[in-house]
């Protein structure tokens, strides 16, 4: 018996586990398999192959059963999901099914969550701007969470490395508070985006609407082709899986890339109960999985593990990997594990009209969705009631105005043959929220899932910071609007609950003392060096930027220092 | 692939998207499968020329031709509550009721201009009953967005494109 053990043991064993093949676990899958180590990712979800398990990806409109709604009897099942923008007939096999997968909301949180290879990849709004100082020193300047254990020149080179290989187009807008990369072409504003832009910079020299940072290929380079992408052709149906590999994703770009390299083994409908601890040799040995479809309990080992399940996700994993020296949780000595979570403020919109540049429209569509406005305020110093602030989208476009009037010959000749309507202009805010000790998430005391992991309880929620700053959000754009002589301006508060921004972090945060922080400057656990966290969990403040090349280029460092570490006999 | 083909052969094509027949034996019944909804052939008959009263054929094709009316039947059985599709059913036969009582004919035996003028009346009255308000809504919004969306339009009349592959932001246009 103890023979077929070893074997077991022997096959199972890699030189590296990675957890989740989302965007973070798609890098460090590539990271590992570039630098010769045998590498296992362990998925939940199915495999989703580029191109051939694309099913929608070149449907016109009118061949979804309902032109693209969800039926009721689907919505009514799946009120969480339903309220996300994805959730479409075109997309919706890519999201998770809230039945399937439950969870407790101690308070509302609508949890967004893609289990299949690639994970969130897939469905990512693809927004691509990178932290500075102003970010990573706004803890300890504005005195909330810990300080980030790491500065902007820490990641500065790992950005570069991410954009070069994942394909960013943007420009360089010359930006202290959001620094230029290693950019394709931008994206051109239109001529509404481009007014705007011209009227903000004139009346607020400290603000500044730019073309949003994208990961799409507007002009690949041989990195690119070599990774079997090409050319974003401006479809705009990236959730349905792009078959041109127009935008990056970790089905498109690092999971391939990694298998070509002869040391990936993926493998889909697996589902990580916990991280193994040994007591004795006092580290991380592997990970203890349940076959999705089987439920068959198995255990994978190596030297180094990855945990990049999703922010959320990563928390429960830790939480539930206890042992006689985590009885709490994987690197949990201080109770700090699962608390601080954060997220994105995207509650509140603006639209509005304007009557001029009449002799233009546009034509095609742009990738990068239009403009985007760095955060302007409490940027070089505390300006306002509120801590820290707030990024805005920025966007124009122009749409047929249909007379749907009437009935017979003149509808059917008014709606084929349009005129075209004023300038809409709309913007939305992405405020950074404050991380708490009371936002958390733990396990449930008693419930578990169809594989026997314990659900997660969340309990996140805004707070009066949040509030004040979509009053200032609301109340500056309006003005900015107003000035520049857009009209019919409309305000909306959706009052949608935290996790509908898709934009959850923290939990195990970075930070210098172990005391306070999960994570050390490498995105190790403090207490476990070789069990590294790279994903949303691992985030000590949000800011306001999207954060998924933030991720790409924490996990690509980590990598790079996890190797090192490990050929020094550290790890 | 000749299974497939015959198959293709049965299917009922609505505004592009192919609909499953329903069981032909039960005769007297809607011409497509339908989950909740009780649907005779006589109601779908005058639906289809309330559609075509709304989009008519000219030069060309109009609601009845691409089945729209069974892209409205398919829609208000799949996306709405069941209270809607009570008011739906009960306004259609209002709006047999309204023809008999305004012109003493069923709506079918109408010319065109009273079919027209009749549906005007139902647009324009601010105080109509709620049935035939519900039934006007959704036959009149699911008829001209399954038009818009048809695959004849989109591919014919106000082509849509799957791959554009370029984006002007300037693109000049006669102002208005």
């Known amino acids: 018996m103890s023979n077929i053990n070893t074997e077991s043991k022997k096959t199972n064993t890699y030189d590296v586990i990675v957890i989740g093949s989302g965007i973070s676990g798609g890098w460090a899958a590539k990271e590992f398999t570039e630098k010769g180590l045998k590498t296992l990712v362990l998925e939940r979800g199915r495999d989703v192959q580029h191109i051939k398990d694309y099913p929608t990806t070149n449907k016109y409109p009118f061949e979804f059963e309902h032109r693209g709604e969800p039926a009721l009897a689907i919505q009514k099942e799946n009120p969480i999901a339903s309220r996300c923008y994805i959730f479409r007939e075109d997309a919706m096999h890519f999201v998770v099914k809230d039945h399937e997968h439950p969870y407790v909301q101690e308070k509302p949180f609508d949890w967004i969550r893609g289990y299949q290879v690639g994970g969130k990849s897939l469905l990512w709004a693809r927004q691509t701007q990178r932290w500075s100082d102003f970010d990573f020193e706004g803890p300890a300047r504005d005195g909330f969470a810990v300080d980030w254990p790491i500065r902007y020149k820490d990641l500065a080179p790992w950005y570069s490395y991410a954009e070069k290989f994942a394909g960013i187009a943007g420009n360089k807008d010359g930006l202290k508070e959001l620094p230029d990369g290693e950019f394709l072409p931008g994206y051109p504003l239109n001529a509404v985006e481009d007014y705007f832009k011209g009227f903000v910079k004139n009346k607020y020299p400290n603000r500044h609407v730019i073309s949003a940072r994208c990961a799409h290929l507007s002009k690949p380079n041989q990195i690119h082709f070599d990774q079997g992408r090409a050319k974003c052709q401006n479809r705009i149906l990236c959730q349905r899986g792009c078959p041109f590999g127009g935008y990056f994703s970790s089905n498109a770009s690092t999971l391939p890339w990694a298998a070509k390299t002869g040391n990936l083994t993926l493998r889909p409908f697996s589902v990580v109960e916990s991280v193994i601890y040994d007591d004795k040799l006092g580290k991380a040995t592997g990970v203890r999985v349940v076959d999705a479809n089987t439920k068959e309990e198995m255990e994978f080992y190596a030297k180094i593990i990855f945990v990049n399940a999703a922010a959320i996700n990563t928390n429960l994993i830790l939480l539930n990997s206890k042992s006689t020296r985590f009885p709490n949780g994987l690197g949990n000595d201080n109770g700090q594990l699962g608390k601080f979570v954060a997220f994105h403020n995207y509650s509140a919109r603006i639209s509005a009209e304007y009557d001029g540049m009449k002799q233009f429209s546009t034509d095609g569509r742009n990738p990068a969705g239009g403009g985007y406005i760095p955060r302007f305020r409490n940027v070089y110093k505390q300006e306002t009631n509120f801590k820290r602030g707030y990024a805005a989208g920025f966007s124009a476009h122009r749409s047929n105005e249909r007379d749907m009037t009437g009935v017979g010959e003149n509808l059917k000749k008014n709606i084929l043959n349009p005129p075209l309507g004023p300038w809409h202009v709309g913007s939305h805010m992405m405020g950074e929220t404050i991380p708490k000790e009371s936002n958390f998430v733990s396990l449930h005391q008693s419930k578990k899932d169809n594989w026997g992991v314990p659900l997660l309880n969340i309990s996140v929620d805004y707070d009066e910071n949040d509030a004040l700053m979509k009053k200032d959000y609301v109340a500056e754009m309006s003005q900015m609007f107003d000035e520049a002589g857009f009209k019919n301006i409309k305000v909306n508060d959706s009052s949608q609950a935290p996790g509908l921004d898709i934009h959850e972090m923290g939990g195990a945060r970075m930070g210098l003392d172990p005391k306070t922080s999960i994570l050390n400057k490498w995105n190790q656990i403090h207490a476990c060096p070789n069990v590294f966290v790279t994903d949303g969990a691992c985030m000590t403040s949000t800011s306001c930027q999207n954060p998924s090349l933030t991720y790409m280029a924490l996990t690509a460092r980590a990598a790079d220092y996890a190797v090192k570490s490990m050929n020094r006999f550290e790890i | ?176």
Request: charged letters at 25%; glycine letters at 8%.
């Open chain 2, 1 to 176: 692939m000749e299974r497939r083909f015959a198959i293709k052969q049965i299917l009922i094509m609505a505004g592009g998207i192919a609909l499953l027949p329903s069981c032909l034996k039960e005769s007297g019944k809607s011409s497509i499968a339908l989950t909740n909804l009780d649907v005779s052939l006589d109601q779908e008959h005058l639906l289809a020329e309330i559609a075509e009263t709304i989009i008519p054929a000219t030069d060309t094709p109009g609601a009845k031709q691409l089945n729209l009316h069974l892209f409205v039947l398919k829609m208000l059985d799949d996306l709405y509550e069941k209270e809607d599709q009570k008011l739906f059913m009960k306004g259609l036969s209002d709006i047999g009721d309204v023809a008999q009582d305004k012109y003493g004919k069923s709506f079918q035996k109408l010319a065109v201009q009273q079919r027209q003028e009749l549906l005007l009346a139902i647009e324009n009255d601010k105080q109509v009953p709620p049935a035939l308000g519900k039934f006007y809504e959704i036959m009149k919004g699911r008829t001209v967005g399954g038009y818009l969306n048809s695959k004849y339009v989109m591919t014919n009349l106000i082509k849509w494109e799957l791959v554009p592959g370029r984006y002007n932001g300037y693109f000049p246009v006669k102002a208005a």
